[in-house]
């Protein structure tokens, strides 16, 4: 219910012109030991802040020029047994796995055995597209229109199971289409795993064995695999996952569960020999190319998602990347090939303490000289909240904000609220991202923001007023408390309400609890998310976005 999509960023990309990124740039001449020892010094410096001493740490590897400028471990690699990180410890690397299958495709490709334009019935002819032409590219661009079977609910209590590629294929491909193939964009892990699938019947070989063979041992990638087939003995971080109380071991994922979609495991140092090797080796130039190129949806938008990486800028420069999120696990790998820099995030928390796509683009942005500007949080009362409060519109896409309490809320239609905290009265900044709002007045009034976000600035006009506040109520403990158990909202899905002291929360089955906040004594909402629990004479009434449920309580 609560699960935000492995792509956290992505579900906030917006249209950049249709360009293909240039990769065979000359290298600026390399550092000297002075200025070499400046930039670890100031990359540094900007990344260990986000790493408690004694949490769940990671490793961070910056590269520029083929030289390394960073590669240092932070915090722990085993919170129980004391372990401190590592920087030669590998990791699950999650959805930074989609460019090593989008690689094996393009192999494939290269070699004539199969078309990008091929339907998908070509080599998996059972599977039931509905009438509709599906095709390799769409799975590659996440524009096929399938279900993502991680989106689906029960998927929480079914991902500790070992699975096989036909079931987990089976558990949903006979869904509806969500949309016209090649129309939308929508991230998508079905899309993926069945590249798995197209890989083992093209080449012959499983998947784990196809990208070992053809990827991994050409490019000296000795500690980088499919889990539970590496080469060799070499020591690892034990995943994390939240606990009542800190953190604890990582939920647990069944064998085949993230398959071509996010099974691999590697090392920052196999991920900068992976870098070296874009652009340049395995690939013909033109399919390196074509891979980098944003896909064009047959509305004539850009998707700004090549085959099997995301396009952005950083500090105006064009950036590639991809981030990672399994159990246990977070990650994020960006290169800026104009200025050759290459930065891998790996880190052992699946929530928590560090955002790997802000350690990576902070410090991409260092390495290229043009810092990010810090965000410090000011207090501001209601009626400086509510002055920029309003609806704004930019290209037809309407972003409402609304003061929550002493902050501000901003949704789109159709996602979850971000919250904005304030750096002055007309500036605030996003958490956990590397993104800011900056708004306009004319004699005094707000007129419009901008809205800086994976480096690009989106304009917004101001079209209309701000919906009412959430102003969160004070309510005695005991009037929580005779809400609190376990409520059953659909088979196999629980929502638990429990008190930690003063605080309210909601923790769905087989996922993170959630910090909810009173509007009366019977309903209550959250913050992160797009969502309201009520209670009635019926039970728990839950609603989130357009959906609404009634939970019995157990």
């Known amino acids: 219910m ?3 999509t492995a792509l956290c960023t992505a579900a906030l990309l917006l249209c950049v012109p249709h360009t293909a990124l240039a990769f065979d740039t000359t290298p600026d001449k390399p550092l000297g030991k002075r200025a070499l020892d400046d930039l670890s010094f100031r990359l540094h410096a900007t990344v260990a802040p986000y ?9 961070v590897l910056v590269v520029k020029d083929g ?3 960073l590669r240092r471990a932070y915090g722990m690699a085993d919170t129980a047994r004391g372990v401190k990180m590592a920087p030669e410890m590998a990791m699950r690397i999650g959805s930074m796995t989609k460019q090593f299958t989008a690689t094996a495709i393009l192999l494939l490709a290269d070699e004539g055995k199969l078309s990008l334009q091929d339907e998908i019935t070509k080599f998996l002819p059972d599977y039931p597209t509905q009438g509709k032409k599906i095709t390799i590219e769409h799975l590659l661009t996440h524009t096929s229109g399938i279900v993502s079977y991680t989106g689906k609910p029960g998927f929480p209590q079914r991902a500790p199971q070992d699975t096989t590629v036909a079931a987990q294929i089976d558990s949903f491909k006979n869904d509806p289409l969500q949309f016209e193939p090649g129309s939308t964009w929508r991230y998508n892990n079905s899309g993926y795993y069945l590249l798995g ?29 499919y889990e539970g087939y590496e080469r060799s ?10 606990a009542e109380k800190g953190f604890g071991p990582a939920r647990q994922l069944g064998k085949n569960q993230s398959y071509a979609a996010g099974e691999l495991v590697s090392t920052v140092d196999d991920l900068a020999k992976w870098d070296a090797a874009v652009g340049k080796k395995l690939l013909k130039p033109a399919t390196w190319q074509r891979a980098f190129t944003s896909y064009r949806l047959t509305d004539g938008k850009d998707s700004n998602y090549g085959y099997g990486w995301e396009l952005t800028l950083i500090q105006g420069e064009p950036t590639v990347g991809h981030s990672g999120s399994t159990r246990g696990y977070r990650s994020y790998g960006l290169r800026v090939p104009g200025k050759g820099v290459y930065v891998a995030v790996l880190t052992n928390s699946d929530n928590g303490t560090v955002v790997p796509d802000v350690v990576a683009r902070r410090a991409a942005a260092v390495a290229i000289g043009k810092p990010l500007p810090e965000f410090r949080e000011v207090a501001l009362d209601a009626a400086a909240l509510d002055a920029v409060a ?5 290209d037809g896409t309407q972003r409402v904000l609304r003061r929550d309490g ?11 609220p971000l919250l904005l905290k304030a750096m002055s009265a007309n500036e605030f900044f996003i958490p956990d991202t590397a993104d800011w709002v900056v708004f306009q007045r004319e004699s005094g009034k707000v007129v419009g923001m901008t809205m800086v976000q994976d480096g690009r600035a989106l304009v917004h006009t101001r079209t209309g007023e701000a919906p009412p506040p959430r102003i969160v109520a004070k309510i005695s403990d005991a009037a929580f408390d005779a809400h609190v158990g376990r409520y059953e909202i659909q088979p196999g899905m629980v929502l638990e309400l429990l008190r930690d002291g003063g605080r309210y929360f909601v923790q769905p089955t087989g996922q993170r609890r959630l910090e909810i906040f009173p509007l009366s004594e019977s309903r209550f909402f959250a913050r992160d998310v797009d969502a309201e629990i009520g209670f009635d004479a019926q039970g ?5 976005g357009n959906r609404e449920m009634v939970g019995r309580k157990l």
């Open 2 to 4: 609560f699960i935000r």
């Open 51 to 59: 790493f408690p001493t004694e949490a769940p740490g990671g490793i």
């Open 67 to 69: 030289q390394t400028v």
């Open 197 to 225: 699938a197209i890989i083992e019947k093209v080449s012959g070989m499983p998947y784990h064995q196809f990208v070992e063979q053809r990827i991994f041992v050409p490019l000296g990638m000795e500690h980088t695999a």
């Open 233 to 242: 003995k070499w020591p690892s971080a034990a995943g994390h996952s939240p």
């Open 390 to 394: 309003g609806v704004y519109t930019q």
């Open 406 to 416: 002493e902050y501000l809320a901003l949704q789109r239609q159709g996602r979850g």
């Open 540 to 544: 728990m009434r839950f609603k989130q």
